[in-house]
């Protein structure tokens, strides 16, 4: 079974940073990801990495601002969030797949999710 447990959440002024953290447990699979989804919104994709390769992918909404990186050895994934904007806002969840294309949200296993809250 795998768990994944995402922290780091909060509230955070427009412009300022905030750092989510994924702990995964039991397997791991080839692709973590993270994705986000506001009130009333469909649940859309921001980021995802290789766990056995340097490769990633960003949403066009957040290139250059969010850093997504892994720690193999502790088993963990980073989401490294700049220049947040209110349209930012959202539950932040962590999700990993053993194949398919990392952007499509169909994922085998998601975590609890954090909220983002970015005050304008």
């Known amino acids: 079974q795998v768990q994944l447990v995402e922290s780091g959440g909060g509230l955070v002024q427009a412009g300022g940073s905030l750092r989510l953290s994924c702990a995964a447990s039991g397997r791991t699979f080839s692709t973590m990801g993270w994705f986000r989804q506001a009130p009333g919104k469909e649940r859309e994709f921001v980021a995802a990495?290789?766990?056995?390769?340097?490769?990633?992918y960003y949403a066009d909404s957040v290139k250059g601002r969010f850093t997504i990186s892994r720690d193999s050895a502790k088993n963990t994934v980073t989401l490294q969030m700049n220049s947040l904007k209110p349209e930012d806002t959202a539950v932040y969840y962590c999700?990993?797949?053993?194949?398919?294309?990392?952007?499509?949200?169909?994922?085998?296993?998601w975590g609890q999710g954090t909220q983002v809250t970015v005050s304008s």
């Open positions: 999700a990993t797949r053993a194949l398919g294309v990392p952007t499509t949200p169909q994922y085998d296993y």
């Open positions: 990495i290789g766990w056995s390769d340097t490769s990633t």
